[in-house]
T-cell receptor, first 118, second 110 residues
Framework: DVKVTQSSRYLVKRTGEKVFLECVQD?????MFWYRQDPGLGLRLIYF???????EKGDIPEGYSVSREKKERFSLILESASTNQTSMYLC?????????????????FGDGTRLSIL | EDQVTQSPEALRLQEGESSSLNCSYT??????LFWYRQDPGKGPEFLFT???AGEEKEKERLKATLTKKESFLHITAPKPEDSATYLC???????????FGGGTRVLVKP
């Protein structure tokens, strides 16, 4: 079974802090994703990465950055946390079939980090 | 703009009372429609991928179907353990991005 592990289940930080959210997957997946999930807004894609050191912006990248130095690890960084970044953050990974980057393999999710910015 | 709308927002069922959830979408060049189940405090768990109109997939009491404009998730004789939020998402021809619907919260009472 695919396992996507997010380092913290709950996190409380203060406005202006630099916040790091970590995600590790154990299935050698090429693609990794960061989403946030808010009531009434559903899941929205922040960033994704299709290879080490590669990244692409999703729908709502403002205020966030990402880092992928190793294939199994994808980090989300809040450069200067603000209260409107209080949310549930979900990491996901997917494999590439037949060396096609945009293949139709399902994304597998971690259990999320509930982040509160005070 | 791509849109995915799920209805109803919430559904209360008695155990054994079959029902259907709807996912309607407007997207050009659909490459896949995905169904996920999400339990409280957990991440979404993958259920099905549907690729083309007319396709059907089944898993236990769940059956997903796809037309050119919508997908249905049928829950047959549900049990309390089927209580969860069910999410659908679509992927376009180009790109890796999934667009998610808002989900349907299902509560099955014994």
């Amino acid at each position: 079974d695919v396992k996507v592990t997010q380092s913290s289940r709950y996190l409380v930080k203060r406005t202006g802090e630099k916040v790091f959210l970590e995600c590790v997957q154990d299935m050698d997946h090429e693609n990794m994703f960061w989403y946030r999930q808010d009531p009434g807004l559903g899941l929205r894609l922040i960033y994704f990465s299709y290879d080490v050191k590669m990244k692409e912006k999703g729908d709502i990248p403002e205020g966030y950055s990402v880092s992928r130095e190793k294939k199994e690890r994808f980090s989300l960084i809040l450069e200067s946390a603000s209260t409107n970044q209080t949310s549930m953050y979900l990491c996901a990974s997917s494999s590439v079939k037949d060396r096609v980057i945009y293949s139709n393999q399902p994304q597998h999710f971690g259990d999320g980090t509930r982040l509160s910015i005070l | 703009e791509d849109q995915v709308t799920q209805s109803p927002e919430a559904l209360r069922l008695q155990e054994g009372e079959s029902s259907s959830l709807n996912c309607s979408y407007t997207v050009s060049g659909l490459r896949g429609l995905f169904w996920y189940r999400q339990d409280p405090g957990k991440g979404p768990e993958f259920l099905f991928t549907l690729y083309s109109a007319g396709e059907e997939k089944e898993k236990e009491r769940l059956k997903a179907t796809l037309t050119k404009k919508e997908s249905f998730l049928h829950i047959t004789a549900p049990k309390p353990e089927d209580s969860a939020t069910y999410l659908c998402a679509v992927r376009k021809a180009a790109g890796n991005k999934l667009t998610f619907g808002g989900g349907t919260r299902v509560l099955v009472k014994p």
